[in-house]
């Protein structure tokens, strides 16, 4: 499959870019300024340029170059912004003609795009190094393989260890992992069952005299024959109440503070509705009125 895209050959250009920035040309790339990269446009371009390039030139400043004039004004300089932000990779360029001129910086060998389209996208390290340690690996290569010596066997024979070694310390650290899973679970299971055992043990009240307590469910109050309840919040503070000449039952506007229920003749008051029956024989609540209030009321609310 070929890889001769446009996004290839950016691609390839800002690889060969990471090269250069330890080449020969390293001082224009450290950083790549735009008076660095103009500097290095100049000094390539004075240098016997292709056709090809002057062509990029041409169509990336709209003018043609002329060795006898060095441009270096600030609309010629910040032009160069652009190509700087291609190849570090913080923006994408809206022209073409800005990828061709970064491919002559970085002295990529298959410029412009034409070129790298038609050759196939080939890495240039490979189409172009001709070396002499090159055709030396070349040959070792091909004698190793007329012996029957496979030049991948070190290197899959070291895979294999390192996949051996990978398999027994991953084998290992399960076993490991596992026992402390369970140990873990165990250690929560437990620790569940202690709160379990202390806060929901006592999940309930019962009716006692003239409030509500707190109880276990299981295990009410001794001599208590009133119903075990679930604790409901809203009548933990419920309280039965005396009412006398003295006691509060009205806001200034008359409506009614506290709560009475009657049952066999008996009227009982309340600090509050509660969920509107009796705690103990469940007659309704019902706010207390001024004829309620001045016929059941004691003269002492210290007397019984």
Known sequence: MLNNTREDYKEAIRIKFEKE?????????????????????WKIFTSDPSSDDLK????????????NNEDTSTVHTDKFKKVGDFLKRKKEPLKFDTVNLA???VDFKL?????????GGIVEEQQFDNSPDREITEKDKKN???????PNYDEQKSKSKKAQFKNKFY???????????????????????????????KHCMQWSDDHYEIVDCGKPIKGNLNEVIQIDDNLLSLRKIPVCDTSRCFK?????????????????????YGNGKHPENKSAMRPISNHIFKTYKKKDCASK
Do not use: H, M
């Open 111 to 119: 410029r412009p795009y034409k070129q790298f389209f038609e050759k």
């Open 252 to 272: 200034p506007d008359g409506e009614a503070i506290v709560w009475y229920t009657k049952s066999n003749k008996k009227v009982d008051f309340f600090n509050s």
């Open 171 to 201: 084998g290992r650290l399960f076993k490991r992992s596992k026992r402390t899973i369970v140990a873990t679970i165990f250690l929560f299971g437990l620790i569940g069952s202690v709160i379990c055992f202390t806060v929901f043990k």
């Open 144 to 150: 190793q393989q007329s012996n029957g010596y496979s």
């Open 56 to 67: 990029v030139y041409y169509d990336f400043f709209k003018s043609k170059f002329d060795s």
């Open 21 to 41: 920035k330890n080449g020969s040309n390293s001082n224009f790339f450290n950083p790549p300024s735009q008076a660095n990269l103009r500097d290095l446009c």
């Open 103 to 105: 491919a002559i910086l």
